[in-house]
Every structure is written in C-alpha cells, then in structure tokens.
C-alpha cells in the first residue's frame, strides 16, 4: 500500500472520528513528513509505472518506487535490492525517467 493511500485512509477516519488516536496520529506525521508527491500526482505515477508494462515489475514494486521517488538508476537498484527482482537497465532508466517527471 503507497503511502497516498495510507493518507487517504488516515484522512477519512479523521473526517468520521474528528480525531485520530495516538498510532493513527503518528502514523500520519511520518507519512507527511516523508511523502514527497501529492495525491493526485502520486495516482498519475503509479499508473504510468503500471503503463511501461515492465515484465517482472509488481505492484509493490511500483508503490515503493512512488513512495521513495529514486532520482537515479543507481538509487533505484539499491530500492529494488530489497526485492528478488532483475530488471534490464533500459527499463531501469526508463523506470528513472519516469519518475523525474513528477519530482519537479
């Protein structure tokens, strides 16, 4: 789950309860603290992401891609390290390109 939708998630239990508890409140100050992109542009990555239509490139692969916004080849290779995934180079630059769009 990308931390938009954690947000949005975050967001209407605070528009139902008007208050968060203690965990749900944490968790929204990290997720604020470190999210990089809004909502909306967050949605637009991921489905670009999706569009490259990268063999061996999942979901979860996408969303840790969007939370984490790699601004180089080298930073997302060391992203996808975690995973046992092996993705040529021109998709990982294609991967990166992508990405830049929505960092500006």
């Known amino acids: 789950m990308p931390m938009v939708d954690v947000l949005n998630a975050l967001d ?4 139902k ?3 968060l508890n203690y965990r749900a409140q944490r968790t929204d100050e990290y ?3 470190f999210m990089s992109i809004d909502k909306k542009k967050a949605k637009e990555l991921i489905e670009k992401l ?3 239509k990268i063999t061996r490139l ?3 692969h996408i969303y840790k891609i969007v939370d984490l916004m790699p ?6 290779r060391a992203i996808l390290q ?3 995934i092996t993705i040529k180079a021109e998709d990982l630059k294609k991967i990166v390109a992508v990405v830049n769009e929505y960092a500006k």
């Open 58 to 60: 999942r979901d979860i």
């Open 17 to 19: 309860e008007k208050e």
């Open 12 to 15: 209407k239990i605070k528009a």
């Open 71 to 76: 601004m180089s080849v080298e930073d997302l």
């Open 50 to 52: 999706n569009n490259l």
């Open 31 to 33: 997720v604020r603290q």
């Open 82 to 84: 975690a995973y046992t």
